[in-house]
């Protein structure tokens, strides 16, 4: 089982954002995600695929006021 733990105490626009992304889904692989939802969405069913398969996954999003705040509604 994996955990992946995005740190919103870290986010301060949407570019941090993926950061964190990149950092805890794209550690494995060979190319970055860029500040698209598409990809975002490509990767996530990459992460569904998995735990279908018998891996389950957890994310955990500490500090997930602050990256609220830092990115508004």
Known sequence: ???YRID???VHGISDLYD???RELMA????HLGSS???LNDVL????GEIREG????FVWINHAHSR?????
Do not use: H, I, S
């Open 37 to 39: 939802l598409d990809g």
């Open 20 to 22: 964190q992304f990149n």
């Open 69 to 73: 705040d830092a990115l508004g509604f």
């Open 28 to 31: 494995d692989r060979g190319w």
């Open 55 to 58: 891996a389950p996954d957890t």
């Open 45 to 48: 069913y990459r992460v569904e």
């Open 8 to 10: 919103g105490a870290a």
């Open 1 to 3: 089982m994996k955990k």
